[in-house]
């Protein structure tokens, strides 16, 4: 148990549906981010918002929409995905976005797209 | 950007044996973290290592900075051990970005 959680844990979705992940932390830090972890291939920071802001935007397609409302939480909402987005997709955070801090990990979301 | 790499890419052993996986990085770091991926996909943090040594039970990490590698070391391996170690840096140009290397798939068999 990390203090990250991430729901659902699986999901499969067509290529027209909408759906969205959901990121929770218990640690009270104040950065966030969503990685991609694709088969064969090293894991890709997406997004990361720091005191709710978005500080970092890895040039991620926008069928990928990521939503901070408080610290705690991160959305990344989904439509019109591709095949080649199945991935698992980890959520993070970490206390501060200043440099030198540890990133702790959620279990992740395991994503099927049909 | 900075560049991860991760050897040997696969590893297999028996139980009790001894290992240690190598990441080399080119160019100066802020952070260096060792994960464990677990069958599930959970990453658990093992180590956070921008330089020198460390140990946790039968882990131990070791970062030379300047000479821009780490080494984890893992002692008596159980089968609990096996899944992926990840090796990420914070290179000094990019702050809190974490580059993953391609990881080492362990195996310990029994």
């Known amino acids: 148990e990390t203090g990250v959680t991430q729901t659902p844990r699986h999901l499969v979705m067509g290529m027209t549906n909408k759906k969205s992940l959901k990121c929770e932390q218990h640690?009270?830090?104040?950065?966030m981010y969503w990685y991609k972890q694709s088969a064969k291939k090293p894991l890709e920071l997406m997004f990361v918002?720091?005191?709710?802001?978005?500080?970092e935007n890895n040039s991620v397609p926008s069928r990928f929409s990521p939503e901070c409302p408080n610290s705690s939480h991160l959305f990344l909402h989904l439509h019109t995905l591709q095949p080649e987005d199945s991935a698992l997709y980890l959520c993070?955070?970490?206390?501060?976005?200043?440099?030198?801090?540890?990133?702790?990990f959620g279990p992740g979301t395991r994503l099927l797209v049909l | 950007g900075i560049q991860v790499e991760q050897s040997p890419p696969d590893l297999i052993l028996q139980e009790g044996a001894n290992s240690t996986l190598r990441c080399n990085f080119s160019?100066?770091?802020?952070?260096l973290q060792w994960f464990h991926q677990n069958p599930w996909g959970q990453l658990i943090n093992l180590f956070y290592?921008?330089?020198g040594t460390k140990q946790n039970g039968r882990l131990s990490a070791t970062t030379v900075a300047t000479e821009r590698y780490s080494l984890l070391y893992i002692s008596s391996s159980q089968t609990t051990d096996s899944g992926v170690y990840f090796c990420?840096?914070?290179?000094?140009?990019?702050?809190?970005?974490?580059?993953f290397g391609q990881g080492t798939r362990l195996t310990i068999n029994p």
């Open positions: 290592i921008p330089s």
């Open positions: 990420a840096v914070e290179p000094v140009q990019g702050a809190q970005k974490l580059v």
């Open positions: 640690l009270g830090h104040n950065a």
């Open positions: 993070a955070s970490s206390r501060g976005y200043n440099g030198g801090e540890t990133q702790y």
């Open positions: 160019d100066s770091v802020n952070n």
């Open positions: 918002y720091s005191l709710e802001e978005r500080v």
